[in-house]
Each structure stands twice: as structure tokens, then as C-alpha cells.
């Protein structure tokens, strides 16, 4: 199995935006459960984003309204737009297939994400 790769993050100031890319690969991809996840220092990994192969979005409490999760199943890739950047938004960021109780694949070097003036 080749395991998603992530890409996108950056350095970026308060209320600005960035969109994360998650490339992915096999045949039945359109079928899987996607989520992007965050880690920041200290602090557990959180799932902020998920959606299914239908396309039916979640988020967490935290991030919704300003965070926008899609997919392009032409492309095999996840996206998550980031808008309204908080600090508390610096972390890293990851992808991961949650079709099942566990995340498919280990995890992988992620995406920096740093909001900062």
C-alpha cells in the first residue's frame, strides 16, 4: 500500500488561507472515507475534517465554518481549504484513509502548518 501524501502547508498570518493537498492512490478511491487530522506540539492528534466517497462533509467544532474539506476522485487527492487561520491552527497535518475503526495507513511526515504574525 502507498501511503497519501500531503502537501500544502506554509507559513501564514492571522485570518489568512492555505489549501492542503492529500494525494492518494488505488482503484477504489472514490469508495474511501477520508479525514484530515492535525497535530500540534503537546497535544493528542485530532481529526478536523472527514468525508465519505458520497461526499458527505463533518468537522470539528473547532474548525467548521472556516475549513472546507473535498475531494477529486478523478485525481485520487483530498483537499482541505483553510480559511479565518487561527494560531491555534499551527500544527502538523495529515491524511488518512478512516474507512475502518483504525486509520489504514501509518502515518506519514504531514504538512506544517504555521500561523504566525
Known amino acids: 500500500q502507498v501511503q497519501p501524501v500531503e502537501s500544502g502547508g506554509g507559513l501564514v498570518q492571522p485570518g489568512g488561507s492555505l489549501r492542503l493537498s492529500c494525494a492518494a492512490s488505488?482503484?477504489?478511491?472514490?469508495?474511501?472515507?477520508w479525514g484530515w487530522y492535525r497535530q500540534a506540539p503537546g497535544k493528542q492528534r485530532e481529526l478536523v475534517a472527514s468525508i465519505t466517497g458520497g461526499g458527505t462533509t463533518n468537522y470539528a467544532g473547532s474548525v467548521k465554518g472556516r475549513f472546507t474539506i473535498s475531494r477529486d476522485n478523478t485525481k485520487n487527492t483530498v483537499y482541505l481549504q483553510m480559511n479565518s487561520l487561527k494560531p491555534e491552527d499551527a500544527a502538523v497535518y495529515y491524511c488518512?484513509?478512516?474507512?475502518?475503526?483504525?486509520?489504514?495507513?501509518?502515518w506519514g511526515q504531514g504538512t506544517q502548518v504555521t500561523v504566525s504574525s
Open positions: 488518512n484513509d478512516r474507512s475502518g475503526l483504525a486509520p489504514r495507513y501509518d
Open positions: 488505488g482503484s477504489i478511491f472514490r469508495l474511501r472515507y
